[in-house]
């Protein structure tokens, strides 16, 4: 049998996890990621990293969706108990969720039936932070820091034999030749590449601080976060739909200092680390999909795997594992589009 050549589009979260349950099905293909940008310089470099899936995360289905959630899951907390848990990046962590005007708010449908713990405050813990908080939460969850995953799944990809390239892929007919099957986790980037109109940039700004005493997460009203990482902890945020304002905004980070600092008073004498930008890729519903276009009379066998938004840190694991399914099929031929 001729080898197998695969080529991941993408250095994302997304791509990467990808490349690795690729590897880990098709053992002795040829896999290439190839993307523009890596590490510092993507998307899931910036986020907090909290398994928290939001209601506008959505697949196809609501089955799908919560497959993809629970396969996620399993997939950060198996990690979480190697021995590479913490090398890459992973943890458990608790915290809170309070709001003042909306108990649907603090509640999550999602991680409810998932974590092994979600309950509602007590009073008295509703004093816990400044504010008049009228609604709460308080949950068990797992944490993934990209600044800790991306380097440890690139140098295991690495070891494993998968090469990386940097290149600005404009069009798929690009690279088709060389590849049997060609998996696109470009992110934000497929809104060009696909020409996908439904991919809308949801913009959003983060503080990094070190602030080592502060153990537990927090989140309060207007978008408000608090959540603590292996090196920094991280403030936010803000959500700026079709926004693709790479530079860091004054206001929004004066914002969020204001609202995290009288969340959580003690945070006032915490020293900037860094302020960050990242345009989440929002598509609803998120786009695993298989494509084969037929250009010049040769066909291209495409798997897509794009449009997270927000969650894509919490989801990227259980997108992954379809979209390895659907390179089987698609590969196999056999079944419909
Ligand atoms: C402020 C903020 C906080 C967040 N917090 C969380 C959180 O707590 N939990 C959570 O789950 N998620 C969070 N997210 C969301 C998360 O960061 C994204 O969902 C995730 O990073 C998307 O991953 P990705 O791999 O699809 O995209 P990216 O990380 O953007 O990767 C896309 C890759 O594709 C490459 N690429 C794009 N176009 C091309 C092209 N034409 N040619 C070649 N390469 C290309 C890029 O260079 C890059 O390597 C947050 C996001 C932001 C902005």
Redesign the pocket.
Known sequence: MSELNIAV???????LTTAFELKTKFRNANINV?????NE????????????PGSSFSGPTEELTRKWIKDSYNYWDDLRNTSEGNKAGVTQISGYIFSSQYPNIVRNNYLEKLVPLYRKVTEEELTLCPGEWKYGCFFTTLLTQ?TEYLPWITLKLQTAGVNFFT????SFTDINKKYDVIVN??????K??CNDNKLVPM????LKVDAPWIKTFFYGDYDTYI?PGFNCV?L??CRQYDSYDLRINKYDGLSIKERCESLVPSLKGAKLISE??????HRDPVRVEKDIKTINDRKIKIVHN?G?????????PGTSLYAVDLVTEILSGGSKL
């Open positions: 589009l993408g250095a994302g979260i997304v791509g190839i993307s523009d940008k890596f310089d993507t998307t899931s470099y910036v986020a907090a990293g909290l398994f928290r990209s290149s600005t892929i404009d986790c470009t992110g934000l980037g497929a060009f590449l913009r959003g700004q983060v959540i991280t936010g945020g960050k930008v990242g345009l989440r890729p794009y997270h938004g927000g969650y894509g840190v919490t989801t990227a």
